[in-house]
């Protein structure tokens, strides 16, 4: 015989909001600078090409695609440090969603680029 038991949770009238430092932004972002380097390199050796002409320029112009896209995010970097220096949190917050889900992309384009080379 299972018992039933009542429960009551109580329900906050707010959720508090959570708020990150503009240091902690600053190195989230930079940690997705990291991945995206990363993840794009990887595509890259899958075969997939670059889909960004700014940054497929820099690759050219560099020489390699690393010292390419090193440069490329070292400027997002830079531009990064002067939203942290400024104040500009929610600009911050914005661009860490974007790489994020960049960095997703560039996994799917990995996966397609694997998966294509693969044969049964």
């Known amino acids: 015989m299972v018992d039933e038991m009542n429960v009551t949770v109580p329900i906050p009238r707010s959720i508090p909001s959570v708020t990150v430092s503009g240091a902690r932004l600053f190195a989230h972002f930079s940690y997705l600078q990291v991945l995206d380097v990363l993840t794009t390199l990887a595509f890259l050796l899958a075969g997939v090409q670059e889909a960004n002409p700014l940054v497929r320029w820099s690759m050219l112009a560099f ?21 942290w220096w400024r104040g500009r949190y929610a600009l911050l917050r914005k661009a860490n969603v974007f ?14 680029g694997l998966a294509s080379r693969v044969r049964p």
Not at 99 to 112: E, G, M, P
């Open 63 to 83: 020489g390699t695609p690393l010292q390419g896209l090193v440069a490329v995010k070292m400027g997002a970097l830079l531009l990064a440090l002067l939203c």
């Open 99 to 112: 790489f994020s889900f960049l960095v997703a992309w560039n996994l799917f384009c990995l996966i397609l």
